[in-house]
């Protein structure tokens, strides 16, 4: 038992010396201002790649550090201090492979976990940004791409067939609906961009402020304060966050005219879209009619010529399918005629016998009632006091007003 404990301790231990020597090396190795002087991001306005292939931190849009004069340079771009992505997970994965963490590896845990979370964002609100001046710098690219990536809707060839003008006509039916669905999800979009224009400077002005409130924290907080080189690093996490959202945000505001552009260029495609739908919709209906109205005037024709001629095969065969289909049809009347006095009989039946219950029933409440009359009279007569006891109690009566009067 002792020797599974000590077991235990020297790889905790282990665990603990490697995570921590792993964290110095990182802090270290990317060039950390002393533990007094907390490191200032550095600038990636401009989209330039980071140093060491790490996060690099964003600037906070105003060219300068906040303590610094108008006439300041602004501080060269260099390598974030904080370790990369991948190394934090490293170290989280050896803090958690610990089977009996103590309270110190719980709070580096957790200390390490939020560091992460917060360097995830920072590479996303990066990546997003990149994004914005990528639509910027390609404007021209994509307002091309855009106008020549929508083909017109397709007509049917010269000569086609009804079954394949009933196809082209539903498919211009299909492109007219995906075309109005893509018209209001373009006018949703113009109304974001209104509404993020409108708000995107005062969420600009509040992300500086609190990216200046941020820095100011930072650099006048000890490096040992709130568990030193891991309190460090959290702080400078959360100012190199704040930086990078300054950056996302202002890379959006950029950005605005040209996706501005881009959704103006779109919105006028669909609505070409449309009205070539709908022309070619009413063009290929015309047609149809055109052509069912032809053949069923062809059809007519040809009927009465082989009407007019009498002796042809044709009327010959439509003159006993149309005797076969009245002896048909007589048969079906007789049967109906049939069903319908049948029904008639069922129905005349089905009302006497629900007379005939009505009546029952009729007959059984009058029953009833008369038998719980003769109940009632036969209590009453018996409640009542009988012709002795009536006289007896008015001779009692009598005697004792004679009493009375004398």
């Given amino acids: 038992m002792r020797d599974a404990t000590s077991v235990t301790t020297r790889r905790r231990g282990a665990a603990i010396f490697a995570a921590a020597a792993v964290l110095a090396i990182a802090w270290r190795g990317a060039g950390a201002p002393p533990a007094s002087t907390p490191p200032a991001p550095a600038d990636v306005g401009s989209g330039a790649p980071p140093a060491n292939g790490q996060n690099a931190p964003a600037s906070n849009g105003q060219g300068a550090a ?21 190394e934090l997970r490293r170290q989280i994965d050896a803090l958690k492979a610990i089977e009996k963490p103590g309270d110190e590896e719980k709070r580096r845990l957790e200390r390490l976990s939020s560091i992460a979370e917060r360097v995830t964002q920072i ?26 990536g929508h083909k017109p809707v397709e007509a049917p060839p010269e000569g086609a067939s009804i079954e394949q003008l009933d196809a082209a006509l539903t498919l211009a039916g299909t492109v007219l609906a995906s075309a109005r669905e893509a018209l209001t999800g373009l006018e949703n979009q113009g109304a974001q961009l209104v509404e993020r224009r409108r708000a995107l400077p005062e969420e600009i ?15 006048s907080s000890p490096a040992n304060d709130g568990g030193g080189e891991l ?17 996302l ?31 070619l919709g009413r063009s290929l209906r015309a047609e149809l009619d055109e052509r069912r109205s032809a053949q069923a005037h062809a059809a007519a024709e040809q009927s009465a ?21 009245a002896q048909r049809l007589q048969d079906a009347g007789r049967m109906l005629n049939r069903i319908s006095e049948e029904t008639t009989l ?11 219950y009505t009546a029952d029933q009729d007959r059984s409440k009058v029953a009833s009632s008369s038998g719980k009359l003769s109940q009632l009279l036969r209590r009453q007569r018996q409640s009542l006091p009988s012709p002795r006891t009536l006289e007896a109690s008015i001779a009692a009566r009598r005697a004792m007003r004679g009493e009375i009067d004398l």
């Fill in 66 to 86: 906040p303590d610094q004069g108008q006439g300041a340079a602004a501080p060269p771009v260099v390598a974030s201090p904080l370790p990369s992505l991948d």
């Fill in 205 to 219: 002005a509040r992300a500086r402020s609190e990216l200046s409130e941020a820095r100011r924290r930072m650099q």
């Fill in 346 to 356: 069922r129905e005349e039946e089905l009302k006497r016998i629900e007379r005939e």
């Fill in 249 to 279: 945000r202002e890379a959006e505001l950029a950005s605005l005219d040209a996706r501005s552009e881009f959704v103006a260029v779109e919105r006028t495609a669909q609505e070409k879209r449309i009205a070539d739908a709908e022309a």
């Fill in 305 to 325: 010529r082989a009407h007019r001629d009498g002796t042809g095969s044709l009327v010959a065969q439509t003159t006993a399918r149309n005797a076969e289909l």
């Fill in 123 to 148: 590479e996303v609100n990066l990546a997003k940004a990149a994004e914005w001046r990528d639509a910027v710098a390609q404007k021209s690219t994509r307002l091309e791409a855009l106008r020549a």
């Fill in 231 to 247: 309190g460090s690093l959290a702080n400078l996490a959360r100012v190199e966050e704040l930086a990078s959202l300054l950056s």
